[in-house]
């Protein structure tokens, strides 16, 4: 059984005129965050209240670096070079270590967002270009990916510091990958049941896919989404739950009182 674990959440995905998200409650309940770099999502104003407030929590802060797709949220798989890929890697997460540098703070880790997560999951070339961006420009940073992912093998590959992720309100295929978003059992809306899958992953080290099968799946790190009410009393179910299992919650590479 699984003695600690990390709850992180995707945060600072405002932009201009629009509201998204719930930031504000959801870091009362999660370990480390995920803040949008400005591509899929975010802003320089964003940004640099995303640090602040986490900061203000102890919550460990990471990169949240997207394909450069605003209108479509990072979310739609596009066509790039493994070039490309380092190189607005490398350019997003040095936005976010500039706001933390002005506030004397460290960036944790870097967790690629949507479409660009995906396809690094299966991909062994784009997952490369990824995992020596991180190294590149953030060698201390932790890389999270996908449990059981390409990403997090050229992570390793590569020498930096990985943390494999579950997320909670997702279902899996056989194969181990997210169900896409396209297909309509993608996203678990019953607490119950997704509370259920990150139990069995924590206590047991595996998770029912779809079709039935039980597959070996080990998590450091749990994404929860914050985008609703629902969403954030999910995380806070989720949260009791794991402390009343006498799992500590902390952000991977953290100590306690650190």
Same mark, same amino acid.
């Given at each position: 059984?699984? *003695?600690?674990? /990390?709850?992180? %959440?995707?945060?600072?995905? %405002?932009?201009? =005129? ?17 803040? !949008? ?5 975010? $802003? ?10 986490? +900061? @203000? ?11 450069? $797709? +605003? ?12 070039? /490309? ?25 870097? *967790?690629?967002?949507?479409? +660009?997560?995906?396809?690094? !999951? *299966? ?11 991180? *190294? =590149? ?18 992570? #390793?590959?590569?020498?930096? %510091?990985?943390a494999t992720e579950m997320f909670a309100d997702r279902r899996y295929t056989a194969e181990g990958i997210l169900v896409?978003?396209?297909? @309509? ?17 924590v206590k047991h080290g595996t998770l029912t896919a779809v079709d039935g099968s039980q ?11 914050? $985008?609703?009410?629902?969403?954030? !009393?999910?995380?806070?179910?989720? #949260?009791?739950? +794991? ?14 009182? @650190?």
């Amino acid at each position: 059984m699984t *003695k600690r674990i /990390d709850l992180n %959440s995707d945060l600072g995905e %405002s932009f201009g =005129a629009y509201t998204i998200g719930r930031d504000a409650e959801v870091l009362e309940l999660i370990t480390s965050c995920n803040v !949008a770099c400005g591509y899929h999502a975010g $802003d320089h104003n964003v940004m640099a209240a995303t640090v602040e407030a986490a +900061l @203000a929590t102890n919550t460990a802060i990471g990169a949240h670096p997207g394909l450069p $797709d +605003l209108i479509g949220f990072g979310r739609r798989v596009m066509q790039t070079t493994p070039e /490309d890929v380092y190189n607005f890697m490398v350019y997003q997460i040095g936005a976010l270590q500039a706001f933390l540098n002005v506030q004397g703070a460290t960036l944790h880790h870097v *967790k690629p967002h949507g479409a +660009l997560y995906n396809m690094a !999951a *299966k991909d062994a070339e784009l997952a490369a270009s990824i995992a020596a961006a991180v *190294k =590149a420009a953030a060698p201390g940073a932790v890389l999270y990916g996908l449990a059981g992912s390409e990403l997090v093998a050229a992570g #390793r590959a590569h020498g930096v %510091s990985t943390a494999t992720e579950m997320f909670a309100d997702r279902r899996y295929t056989a194969e181990g990958i997210l169900v896409p978003r396209t297909e @309509a059992n993608a996203v678990i809306h019953d607490t119950s049941e997704a509370v259920q899958q990150v139990m069995q992953v924590v206590k047991h080290g595996t998770l029912t896919a779809v079709d039935g099968s039980q597959i070996a799946l080990h998590a450091d790190t749990i994404c929860v989404h914050g $985008d609703s009410e629902e969403a954030v !009393a999910f995380a806070a179910n989720l #949260r009791r739950e +794991l402390e009343a299992q006498g799992i500590t919650l902390l952000a991977p590479g953290k100590e306690l009182n @650190a």
